[in-house]
């Protein structure tokens, strides 16, 4: 046998090998990429789910800033309202009109106003 006959026979020997290895190598990456139970189908229902969480934050951010926005809105007319009771302190409550109480249900409104007509 001559060193090109040996040479031949591990470059074909090797080749086969390699084909082996290739074959073996492809069954796997099928598997891994098979969209039902491989890699594939995993990356699939974790691309859904962060798709779902990123839709569920924007929700939640837009429902935080409405909810702030109505919350500055809140606190603008609860100083109006202060602004207004200070003024009526210092003024006086008997030099201010008769304004019901938005507090007081309207029986009660009506059982001060029956006796404040009968003091009077």
Not at 53 to 66: H, I, K, S, V, Y
């Amino acid at each position: 046998m001559s060193v090109d006959v040996l040479l031949q026979s591990g470059l074909i020997l090797a080749s086969v090998g390699l084909a082996i290895f290739c074959l073996v190598l492809a069954r796997r990456l099928r598997r891994l990429n098979d969209l039902e139970t491989g890699l594939g189908g995993a990356i699939a229902v974790m691309a859904a789910e962060v798709d779902r969480l990123e839709r569920a934050m924007r929700e939640a951010r837009d429902q935080a800033t409405g909810a702030s926005e109505e919350l500055a809105k809140q606190i603008v007319a609860a100083r109006k309202e202060r602004e207004l009771w200070d003024l009526r302190q210092k003024l006086g409550v008997a030099a201010m009109p008769d304004r019901p109480d938005p507090v007081i249900p309207l029986r009660n409104r009506r059982l001060r106003k029956r006796v404040e007509a009968a003091d009077a």
